[in-house]
């Protein structure tokens, strides 16, 4: 395959200028972040929506600042030659900016990522701005900020009276000050993502947040459905049925095991016919 040119921070808003659309997918392990590499991903995040799809609990807050740097390790492994940004998981930026930099060291030390990603809006910036002054790319997430689930009262879309939405915007807008290289928009009305897009000279990347976003992102479970929530959400469009290829293929092995079909004399090993017939043939 071709070998791309490495994407920077300075090439993705180039492209937003120039129109040209970005993709993000998540990614937590060494398979799924090569895969997305060779399908040509331009980003790769290693979300802690791994905590949903990859680790099972029912939110992102159990899962730990040693969690992402495990598995972003494993995805850069997968995908050397793509920009791969690790999120920063639940309290691990809401301390001291001493204790921030300190798990921000570990993403890229240990890790090796390329970025990492706060949820959070103007209260954050001055996190942002700390991050971004110690040498390191950041992508803000404003919107639905799942991390906030139990503070918002559930999975709601965000920004739709203009109050929430001007509030948003300032958000944004405090964000890009603060140094951030691109903005995450999670479950926000098409018409506030469009107005944001165009109020920002970075790019927003968008979930549920509809078509005038500089970039788009979903999650690799969701959009392979591959063991994730069975009714796929209204943003999320399916593109593969990864999950019943996986049951039915395990399906055929267990029954193939069952009825002594599996493994057949192409899949054995064999002794040299003198030696088998030394010790189990007629030795007279
Ligand atoms: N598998 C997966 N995909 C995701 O996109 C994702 C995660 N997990 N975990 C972390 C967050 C949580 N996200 C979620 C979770 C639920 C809804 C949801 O149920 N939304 C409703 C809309 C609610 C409303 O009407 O306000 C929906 O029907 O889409 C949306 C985003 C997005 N992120
Ligand atoms: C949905 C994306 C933006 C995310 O934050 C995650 O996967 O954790
Ligand atoms: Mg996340």
């Known amino acids: 395959m071709e070998k791309r040119k490495p994407l920077t921070t300075a090439r993705l808003k180039k492209m937003k200028q120039a129109g040209e659309p970005i993709t993000f997918v998540t990614a937590y392990d060494y398979p799924s972040a090569k895969l997305a590499e060779e399908a040509g991903i331009d980003v790769i995040l290693v979300g802690d929506s791994l905590g949903n799809v990859v680790l099972g609990y029912d939110s992102t807050l159990p899962v730990t ?7 972003t390790r494993a995805v850069v492994r997968g995908a050397a030659s793509t920009f791969i940004v690790a999120d920063m998981p639940f309290m691990s930026y809401h301390g001291s900016i001493d204790h ?4 921000v060291a570990r993403l890229m030390q240990e890790g ?3 970025a990492v990603k706060l949820e959070g809006g103007a209260e954050i910036a001055h996190t942002v701005e700390a991050i971004t002054n110690a040498g390191v790319p950041v992508v803000g997430h404003i919107g639905l900020t799942p991390q906030a689930v139990h503070q918002i009262g559930g999975y709601l879309i965000q920004g739709k009276s203009s109050e929430q939405a001007q509030k948003l915007l300032a958000d944004a ?6 140094g951030a290289f691109a903005i995450v928009l999670e479950l926000v009305t098409e018409e506030l993502a ?3 897009s165009k109020e920002l000279t970075i790019p927003t990347i968008g979930i549920g947040a509809g078509a ?9 479970h969701d959009l392979l459905q591959y063991g994730s929530a069975p009714a796929p959400r209204k943003f999320v469009k399916v593109y593969a049925n990864v999950g019943e290829t996986i049951r039915s293929g ?3 092995y267990v029954q193939e095991v069952k009825a002594r079909s599996f493994p057949g004399p192409e899949h054995s090993f064999h002794m040299d016919d ?11």
């Open 65 to 71: 600042l040693d969690d992402i740097v495990y598995h």
């Open 100 to 103: 921030t930099l300190q798990g």
């Open 112 to 114: 090796h990522a390329k």
């Open 173 to 178: 807008k405090a964000l890009e000050q603060a």
């Open 194 to 196: 469009a107005w944001i």
């Open 212 to 220: 005038s976003c500089d970039g788009q992102v979903l999650v690799f």
């Open 250 to 252: 395990i399906a055929q």
């Open 274 to 284: 003198e030696v088998a017939a030394y010790l189990y043939g007629d030795k007279e």
